[in-house]
């Protein structure tokens, strides 16, 4: 028994056709937005791990008067580099969406090149042929869009993290301009340091917002 695919007519083919462009085109465009998001925020990230390990020499040299920072500045250091590895795990996971989203798009095409073709068609064996090839590229397209799914919701998991990293610096942020109350000489120094951290993780944290806004606008 030869299976057969859905019957579209040619304008109606047309028309899906110029639409799956378009989401995919929007989508693969999302994409690389994306990575280049990320890039600026791994340039902050990189930026936060030197502002960290500045708060760390200041504490070193406070010596007793700010022992409650010290593993303080050691988290930032930590959450700084976790960052770093998130951002550039992103940007591949970006880039990979990007290319999937093409692939998806060519493999669309040829989807509705094959139910045009069997539309002109009247011969059955001809017309069995090629409803089998439209299977077998069904077949691909739903691969691909399983691909594009499973992409899409680790980018969104690892953009989450990214958020939650710099929220915890927010929070640590606060008990450092608390601690640095107490270090008699090194407070301003060390109040600096915690609010140049905070605006650093404020801009990460603009970065996967935009990201986040993009992905949800087209997908």
């Known amino acids: 028994m030869s299976t057969i695919l859905k019957i579209e007519t040619r304008d109606d083919s047309v028309k899906s056709e110029h639409m799956r462009q378009i989401d995919h085109t929007k989508l693969t465009i999302a994409a690389a ?14 930026q936060l791990t030197i502002s960290a390990k500045n708060a760390a020499a200041i504490v070193l040299r406070a010596g007793s008067q700010a022992a409650g920072l010290s593993v ?18 992103i940007n591949i996971t970006a ?5 999937v989203s093409v692939t998806e798009w060519r493999t669309s095409a040829v989807v509705t090149q094959v139910e045009r073709a069997r539309d002109m068609m009247d011969d059955p064996e001809s017309m069995r042929t ?32 990214v958020q939650r990293n710099m929220r915890a610096i927010d929070v640590i942020a606060v ?10 000489e090194f407070k301003e120094g060390l109040m600096q340091m915690a609010n140049s951290i905070q605006g650093q993780a ?5 970065h996967v917002a935009k990201s986040v806004s993009l992905l949800n606008t087209y997908t």
Request: without cysteine; aromatic residues 6%.
């Open 202 to 206: 404020s801009e990460i944290k603009n």
């Open 130 to 161: 090629v409803a089998q090839l439209g299977v077998k590229v069904e077949a691909e397209l739903e691969h691909l869009s399983e691909g594009f799914q499973t992409l899409l919701k680790e980018l969104y998991e690892q953009l989450d993290e």
């Open 175 to 184: 008990t450092s301009r608390l601690e640095a109350q107490q270090t008699g």
């Open 72 to 89: 303080i500045s050691s988290y930032y250091d930590e959450l700084a580099s976790k960052t770093i590895t998130l951002a550039r795990s």
């Open 33 to 46: 937005t994306v990575a280049a998001e990320l890039f600026h925020a791994e340039v902050i990230a990189k």
């Open 95 to 99: 880039v990979q969406l990007s290319m």
